[in-house]
């Protein structure tokens, strides 16, 4: 079977099922496994992923407004490649292409490819998708053991959390200029992980708030988790930032609880590492509970 991937949590589905060599193509992004990143690329942004948030959100809004996608498919790349399975997404139109970008490429196949459509919006979500990859591709067997150690990880952080003595108020921001509070399913693994999103509305979008919506929450952790970003630069961009007077006496910066991680292995793609976040969260969130050593680079703590 041949198959391309037009989205890197399903690329990093495909590769933990043991279908890498079955991969024929990718997005830009797609980075995990390393391996990954070395098959021809069908997606390009319309938009700089270089630029200030300001400017990219800027760009975005334009494109939307325009009716326009944000991301240009090679057509031609496509074609050559005559993939059996396409496996896309239609959730955000502004993290990965949607089945709409696919739509003029696939009128030049004499025969088209069947296209699988991901839609998640929480962890079960993501699992059932998981599966719905593994009957697509003859891996029933293997997505489901897989979806099953998910589970059994994710339920032994719950097990410990329940012995934690409270849960801290926590913010998660998935972008800083403008503010955006992290939505779908990061206010879940929050939950499961034992602490109270103050701003997060499980399975739904993430959303835009203000400043001082945020400082009417008072959190006592803020994540700064940026959709495409690693821990480095997410770091870089909130001490960039000129924050208010009102945003130091928040109990987060006052006790030094603000951490970057690397949103693109923890949080903002549905994908098996689902479950590398909630650990990562339980350990930020109850370090006296979760001693375990975490691998370099997976936050900062600001």
Same mark, same amino acid.
């Given at each position: !079977?041949? +198959? ?7 690329? @990093? =589905?495909?590769? *933990? ?18 391996? &990954? #990143?070395?098959?021809?690329?069908? =997606?390009?942004?319309?938009?700089? $992923? ?26 031609? /790349? ?8 396409? %496996? ?5 139109? %502004? ?6 970008? /696919? ?14 459509? /991901? ?16 009957? *697509? ?51 879940? !693994? ?18 835009? %708030?203000?400043?001082? @919506?945020? %400082?009417?929450?008072? $959190?006592?952790? =803020? +994540? +700064? !988790? ?8 997410? &770091?870089?961009?909130?001490? #960039? !930032? ?18 970057? =991680?690397? &949103? ?10 689902? *479950? ?5 969260? *339980?350990?930020?969130?109850? $370090? ?15």
């Amino acid at each position: !079977m041949r +198959i391309v991937s037009l989205l890197p949590s399903a690329t @990093e =589905i495909l590769y *933990a099922l043991g279908l890498g060599d079955s991969v024929v193509g990718v997005t830009h992004e797609c980075d995990f496994p390393p391996e &990954a #990143a070395r098959k021809p690329a069908l =997606i390009k942004p319309r938009v700089d $992923p270089h630029a200030p948030q300001t400017e990219i959100d800027r760009q975005v809004r334009e494109l939307v407004s325009r009716g326009e996608s944000i991301y240009a498919v090679d057509a031609d /790349l496509l074609e050559s490649l005559q993939p059996d399975l396409i %496996v896309t997404q239609d959730l955000c139109h %502004v993290c990965a292409a949607s089945p709409d970008d /696919l739509a003029t490429a696939l009128t030049r196949f004499r025969y088209a490819p069947r296209v699988l459509t /991901l839609t998640p919006h929480s962890l079960d979500d993501v699992w059932r998708d998981i599966d719905c990859v593994g009957q *697509a591709t003859g891996a029933e067997t293997k997505a489901g053991n897989l979806v099953d150690n998910l589970k059994c990880r994710i339920a032994k952080v719950e097990s410990v959390v329940d012995r934690a003595a409270r849960r801290p108020r926590l913010l998660c921001l998935e972008w800083l200029d403008p503010f955006y509070v992290a939505g779908h399913w990061v206010p879940e !693994m929050v939950a499961r992980a034992g602490a109270e999103d103050v701003l997060g509305r499980q399975r739904e979008a993430s959303f835009r %708030v203000s400043s001082d @919506e945020i %400082v009417a929450t008072n $959190p006592e952790v =803020i +994540i +700064i !988790m940026l959709c495409g970003y690693d821990a480095a630069r997410n &770091a870089a961009e909130f001490r #960039a !930032m000129q924050l208010s007077d009102s945003w130091q006496r928040l109990p987060a910066c006052r006790d030094n609880q603000i951490f970057a =991680i690397d &949103a693109n292995s923890y949080s903002s793609r549905p994908g098996p590492r689902l *479950a590398d976040g909630l650990e990562l969260f *339980a350990h930020l969130f109850h $370090p006296n509970l979760f001693s375990e050593k975490l691998s370099s680079g997976a936050y900062l703590k600001l």
